[in-house]
């Protein structure tokens, strides 16, 4: 495990303001941790929610592992996050305010071995902010040709 594996949610970054960030476990099965060292996750479209006390990430595509057989997962399934009851009472009161939620924002592979999710506390972005990010992107690239001659 020399390569570190981190897999990121660019469009989050470009959709919210990200206000507070946590790192979380997630309760996953055999062939879906395997599939995930082997970089088949896919963060686009997923979100966060509380169903009852326990907050889960929805529509983390990892796909099925190809030396699977019928044990294999569904690509598609709700998985556990793993945090703190202080933080998971935390990110429950500021979610529940209108306009937060709570969004994914990269997947990687811990020192020890286990997936983790890195998670943010976001505010929705309006166009404007999307554009000055947009102009602000392209400015540190045009910098950086600059730079290189």
Same mark, same amino acid.
């Given at each position: 495990?020399?390569?570190? @594996?981190?897999?990121?949610?660019?469009?989050?970054?470009?959709?919210?303001?990200? @206000?507070?960030?946590?790192?979380?476990? =997630?309760?996953?099965?055999g062939t879906e941790i395997k599939s995930i060292r082997?970089?088949?996750?896919? %963060?686009?479209?997923?979100?966060?929610?509380?169903? !009852?006390?326990? @907050?889960?990430?929805?529509? %983390?595509?990892? +796909?099925?592992? !190809?030396?699977? !057989?019928?044990?294999?997962h569904e690509a598609k399934r709700d998985r556990v996050l793993l945090l703190n009851k202080k933080e998971l009472k935390k990110l429950r009161t500021? +979610?529940?305010?209108?306009?937060?939620? =709570?969004?994914?924002?990269? %997947?990687? =592979? +811990?020192?020890r071995g286990f997936a983790k999710l890195k998670i943010g506390l976001a505010q929705g972005k309006k166009t404007f902010d999307k554009r000055e990010t947009m102009k602000e992107r392209d400015t540190k690239?045009? @910098?950086s040709r600059v730079m290189k001659r």
């Open positions: 495990m020399n390569e570190q @594996l981190y897999i990121k949610n660019k469009k989050a970054y470009f959709e919210y303001h990200i @206000l507070d960030e946590y790192t979380a476990g =997630i309760k996953l099965l082997d970089g088949k996750a896919n %963060l686009n479209d997923a979100f966060c929610t509380f169903i !009852s006390d326990q @907050l889960y990430v929805r529509n %983390l595509h990892i +796909s099925e592992y !190809s030396h699977g !057989s019928f044990y294999n500021r +979610s529940e305010e209108k306009g937060f939620t =709570i969004v994914p924002l990269a %997947l990687f =592979i +811990s020192e690239i045009e @910098l």
